[in-house]
C-alpha cells in the first residue's frame, strides 16, 4: 500500500479545457498529463524525449480517456517553445491552464559550475516558465481568465546543498509567481506556485532512494508514506479548477510535512 486513493476528486470546469503542460513525457509530468486528461481536459504537452511522450499518449489512448497531444520541444529554445503554444492553439483554443513543470535536479558541486552551465540551469529550470507564461497570457486574456501554474521545490525552503544552481533556479520562480500574480490579476488570470517534496519518480527511485535515502524520508516528513507523483497532480487539477478561483500569488507546498 502507497497511501493512495484510488479515485482523484472531479473537476467539471476542466472538462474540455485547454491545457499546455510542459514535461509531459515522464515523472510528475506524465502524472499531470493522465490527470487532466481523465478530467476530460484538451491536453497538448511538450518534452524533448519523444519516445517516453509517445508511450504516454498511447497510454492513454488505451485507457480510453481524452488522448492527448505531443509537441517535442527543447524548452531552452524559447522560439520552438512559443511556436508550440501557437500550435496548441490551433488544436484546442485558447490555453486557460498552463502548468509550467518542467525542471531537471541533476546533482552538482559550486566548485564544478562553469558559466555555461550555470546558464544551462537558468534554461532549463526558469527562464522557459517566464516566457511560456508570456505567451499564453493573450490566449487567456481572450478566454476571460486562466490559471497559471509553477513548479517550485521545497529545496531552497530548506537549503538542500548538493545543486546550488537549481536551488537558486527554483527560489527565483516564487518571485516570479507573485510578479505575475499582481500584473496578471486584472485580466483574471491566477498565477500560484506548487512545491513538491521528494516524490518518488522512477528517475529519483533509481538514483537516490537508497537505504540513507529512507532514512531521511522517516527522519525529515511528518507523514510516513512516500509522496507520488500522483500528490502532485491532484493539487494542480484544484489549482487549475474554477473550486480555486480566489486562489493566486501563492506557495502550495506538497511534501508530507518535510519543511
Not at 33 to 43: D, K, S
Not at 113 to 134: C, G, K, P, S
Request: glycine fraction near 8%; aromatic fraction near 6%.
Amino acid at each position: 500500500m502507497n497511501g493512495m486513493i484510488d479515485q482523484p476528486a472531479s473537476f467539471p470546469s476542466l472538462e474540455g479545457r485547454s491545457v499546455f503542460i510542459t514535461g509531459g513525457g515522464s515523472g510528475i509530468g506524465e502524472s499531470l498529463v493522465e490527470h487532466f486528461c481523465r478530467q476530460g481536459a484538451r491536453v497538448c504537452f511538450v518534452d524533448i524525449a519523444e519516445d517516453a511522450s509517445r508511450a504516454v499518449v498511447e497510454h492513454m489512448r488505451s485507457a480510453g480517456v481524452a488522448v492527448p497531444h505531443f509537441i517535442r520541444c527543447d524548452l531552452r529554445d524559447i522560439e520552438a517553445l512559443r511556436a508550440a503554444i501557437a500550435d496548441a492553439r490551433e488544436l484546442h483554443g485558447n490555453i486557460q491552464v498552463l502548468v509550467n513543470n518542467a525542471g531537471n535536479d541533476d546533482r552538482h558541486t559550486t566548485e564544478s559550475v562553469t558559466v555555461e552551465y550555470w546558464d544551462d540551469r537558468m534554461q532549463i529550470n526558469l527562464r522557459h516558465q517566464f516566457f511560456a507564461a508570456q505567451a499564453v497570457r493573450p490566449q487567456m486574456r481572450e478566454a476571460g481568465g486562466g490559471s497559471i501554474i509553477n513548479f517550485g521545490s521545497i529545496t531552497w525552503l530548506v537549503g538542500d546543498p548538493d545543486c546550488p544552481a537549481y536551488v537558486t533556479a527554483k527560489s527565483a520562480i516564487g518571485g516570479l509567481t507573485r510578479a505575475l500574480a499582481r500584473e496578471l490579476g486584472p485580466e483574471r488570470i491566477r498565477v500560484n506556485c506548487v512545491l513538491p517534496g521528494w516524490v518518488m519518480t522512477e528517475r529519483q527511485m533509481k538514483l537516490w532512494l537508497d537505504e540513507a535515502g529512507e532514512k531521511q524520508i522517516a527522519d525529515r516528513q511528518c507523514l510516513t508514506d512516500k509522496l507520488y507523483p500522483a500528490d502532485i497532480a491532484r493539487m494542480v487539477l484544484f489549482l487549475a479548477a474554477d473550486d480555486s478561483r480566489m486562489c493566486t500569488s501563492q506557495n502550495y507546498i506538497v511534501d508530507g510535512g518535510w519543511v
